[in-house]
């Protein structure tokens, strides 16, 4: 997959599922799963230790919404 073939997009505030839509309309709905292992080229562009997501069905590269806290961290109880 080519660096022009990747779709990206930005979380909407609390989003856990990806509301990307095929060409007939339909809904994905797949789980936004944080992505560790991504390639070279996703590292190129957003840099080696970016917090990314991506959507488990369709593949759609989500970036974290500015608002929210850095989800990078350890767990704060």
Known sequence: ???????????????????????????CAGHLKRWYAFGPEVAESFGKDAEIYR?????????????????SGTLAY
């Open 1 to 27: 997959m080519t660096p022009s073939e990747i779709k990206v997009k930005t979380r909407l505030l609390k989003q856990r599922a990806c509301n990307e839509k095929d060409a007939k309309g339909k809904l």
């Open 55 to 71: 959507c488990e069905n369709c593949k759609t590269l989500y970036l974290p919404n500015p608002e929210e806290s850095p989800r």
